[in-house]
């Protein structure tokens, strides 16, 4: 789980004037996210969004999505995976090596980090610091599917809230059928459907009919 | 009229609407209780945020009984309107504002969020300094 990693970087990189601000897109609310944020005892903002708004709002579909926003209140990388990667996607396959996904993993991380240090200490002069106009290119347009999807969204979790089961379902299947790129809302329908189910077999099955598609999708080389 | 509910990001209120399509008409006085939007002469406001009628299209709005269709305020805003298959839940998205302005000049949009014990916080409260922000879940 990444809220340790984002704890460590935040306490070693706050004397900079910097700050991690951590988001859990989790619509069972503290319940869910509560007993992870416990253990990484966070001295960051370390937030709870049940309906996923901040994803909404910043153009996110899975998790990890990472955004970089500036002194000015500029944002300079709009959304990156961090150091996740592809290696996990063999996992349930007989075989696996487990040895060279935790390498690749710790090469990402090692490499989003340095990344993150560099523009914490270099700014705007950082080489992944990106121009505004990147940063526009970037960003999806506004999508009336979109903003369905995200009305959806809601109302399956306002529907879940009140223990209307199908109809929050049918809510979820409408949000995720608008926006079938969103991870995020599959696997929160799924998990709110049936505890576990977001890493079953539905999800396994759903990451190998990507094929050849990436499940994080980079714009660069971070 | 139906007892409907309806919800958008700061409330959730029941009222006696008229359901008539896709469309919710609903009458000034009930409309001022449960959101607190009425008619005021810059257009139907809330607050100190006021929607402007568009000329020649005052009926799509506002009927003569001073009854408001919140379904066209709200496309007029760039919100989202969706319900359960019953027509009783009524979910009005974000109106698209925030993102608007991002798409023009990068700035990252405001948010306020609760954190574990409930107390809230907005992106605005850390301006000045560098911001990662990073979104994780627990499923």
Redesign the interface.
């Known amino acids: 789980?990444?809220?340790p990693v984002?704890q460590a970087?935040h306490e070693e990189l706050a004397p900079?004037?910097?700050?991690?601000?951590?988001?859990?897109?989790?619509s069972?609310g503290?319940a869910?996210?509560?007993?992870?944020?416990?253990e990484a005892k966070p001295t960051h903002?370390?937030?709870?969004?049940i309906h996923h708004?901040?994803?909404?709002?910043?153009g996110?579909v899975n998790?990890?999505?990472?955004?970089?926003?500036?002194?000015e209140?500029?944002?300079?990388r709009p959304n990156d995976p961090?150091f996740a990667g592809e290696y996990f996607r063999g996992m349930m396959e007989p075989g696996f090596d487990f040895a060279a996904m935790r390498t690749e993993y710790q090469h990402l991380k090692e490499r989003y980090l340095a990344a993150?240090r560099d523009?914490?200490a270099r700014?705007r002069a950082s080489r992944w610091a990106l121009p505004?106009a990147e940063?526009?290119r970037r960003?999806a347009?506004?999508n009336?599917d979109h903003?369905?999807a995200?009305?959806?969204f809601?109302?399956g979790t306002?529907?879940h809230v009140q223990g209307?089961r199908a109809?929050a379902e049918?809510?979820f299947a409408?949000a995720t059928a608008l926006r079938p790129e969103s991870w995020?809302y599959r696997?929160?329908a799924?998990?709110l459907e049936e505890p576990g189910k977001?890493?079953g077999p539905e999800f396994w099955a759903a990451v190998k009919a990507l094929g050849d598609r990436p499940y994080y999708p980079r714009q660069d080389d971070l | 009229m139906t007892n409907v509910t309806i919800v958008d990001e700061r409330t959730v209120a029941s009222v006696d609407a008229e359901l008539c399509g896709e469309e919710l008409w609903i009458s000034a006085p009930e409309l001022a209780r449960a959101t607190g939007w009425e008619r005021k002469p810059a257009g139907i406001c809330r607050g100190a945020v006021c929607v402007p009628i568009p000329p020649l299209r005052e009926s799509e709005f506002v009927r003569p009984d001073g009854s408001v269709n919140v379904v066209a305020l709200a496309r007029h805003r760039g919100q989202a309107v969706v319900h359960d298959d019953t027509a009783t839940v009524w979910m009005f998205g974000n109106s698209d504002e925030g993102r608007q302005s991002m798409l023009g000049s990068a700035a990252a949009p405001d948010f306020t969020l609760p954190d574990v014990s409930g107390h809230l916080h907005s992106l605005s409260e850390v301006c000045g300094k560098k911001v990662l922000l990073a979104a994780w879940a627990s499923w």
């Open positions: 789980m990444d809220l984002w970087l900079r004037g910097f700050t991690v601000i951590t988001v859990a897109l989790d069972g503290a869910d996210a509560g007993p992870w944020i416990a903002p370390s937030l709870i969004d708004g901040v994803a909404e709002l910043y996110w998790v990890p999505s990472l955004t970089w926003i500036d002194e209140g500029t944002i300079v961090g993150v523009w914490a700014g505004p940063v526009r960003l347009r506004p009336p903003a369905r995200a009305a959806y809601r109302l306002y529907l209307r109809p049918a809510a409408q995020a696997r929160q799924w998990q977001s890493g």
